[in-house]
């Protein structure tokens, strides 16, 4: 098998829309990195799972970091999460006032679950950068923009909170290749929310080569299953990033792709299901083949 990269970053976000945490390494299933997505925030109002897709209404989202109070395990419950707010108040999910806390935070009543009675819906505003025809229906509008409802998971394992699959990687390669057609662009990962960054070998968007192969890294096998397509999430401001609508611009001139039966999509890395899990670290090589 081909050496095509090493593990730069691994990341996770255990509670979907939220900032997440960097590992050193992870143990990984069919459910993904232990304990990533394993929450999400669900509006109290309208049953629709928070998500900074629509981010007038959940911008602030991105405002607040999560981590796990003790390491998760792929087999077993999910400890409390750790949530820190801004003006560095810290909360607990095992608090009964957690759901208080993050309400207050978010100017909206939300309740903090790990598991929905169905697939769940969220809402997105479709950008007209994105050159693309909308992949849910046209449900409203926000300013200028769409505002679509797609379901809160696609082809993920049940029970989880993925857009569509288990787990998400983009390679160094293409973040080059789109900051070299937008200079001014900071093509931060963070932007993007992988689970794996690989320092791959190579120039362009590599990873496009690598859909409906298998890839082994460290002791984890994963198929690679079809490119992931960007969305408004990409453009917003987090930590010291700004908003940046020519993030999501350039991905739609430099990479668009088919997605399943939607087509030309911008795309930005790939998404990929566990074959065989096991534990992957930095710096662990990413074979192909």
């Not at 007038?56 to 087999?75: I, K, N």
Request: charged share 25%; hydrophobic share 40%.
């Amino acid at each position: 098998m081909a050496v095509v990269g090493r593990v730069a970053e691994i990341r996770r976000y255990p509670v979907k829309s939220m900032l997440g945490e960097s590992l050193g390494s992870s143990a990984v299933s069919a459910r993904g990195l232990a304990g990533d997505r394993g929450y999400a925030l669900v509006d109290a109002e309208t049953g629709k799972v928070v998500s900074a897709k629509r981010p007038r209404l959940w911008g602030r989202m991105f405002e607040l970091h999560a981590s796990y109070r003790a390491e998760p395990a792929s087999d077993a419950a999910l400890p409390p999460v750790l949530i820190l707010l801004p003006g560095d108040k810290r909360i607990d999910s095992s608090d009964p006032d957690a759901d208080r806390a993050l309400s207050d935070a978010l100017g909206r009543k939300v309740r903090l679950v790990t598991t929905l009675p169905d697939v769940g819906i969220l809402q997105e505003v479709w950008l007209e950068e994105k050159n693309a025809e909308p992949y849910g229906p046209v449900v409203g509008a926000e300013g200028d923009d769409r505002l679509i409802e797609i379901p809160a998971s696609i082809g993920a394992p049940p029970g989880t909170f993925f857009d569509y699959a288990s787990l998400h990687l983009v390679t160094t390669a293409t973040l080059k290749a789109l900051s070299d057609a937008y200079p001014a662009g900071r093509f931060d990962p963070r932007r993007f929310r992988p689970n794996l960054v690989i320092e791959a070998d190579g120039r362009g968007f590599v990873e496009n080569d690598w859909l409906g192969k298998t890839l082994t890294v460290g002791g984890v096998t994963i198929e690679a299953m079809v490119p992931t397509p960007r969305c408004v999430m990409t453009t917003l401001p987090q930590e010291e990033l700004p908003k940046d609508t020519g993030i999501l611009r350039t991905a739609a001139q430099t990479n668009p792709l088919d997605f399943g039966p939607f087509v030309k999509q911008p795309c930005v890395g790939l998404y990929a299901d566990v074959a065989n899990g096991g534990t992957l670290s930095v710096g662990d090589e990413v074979h192909l083949g």
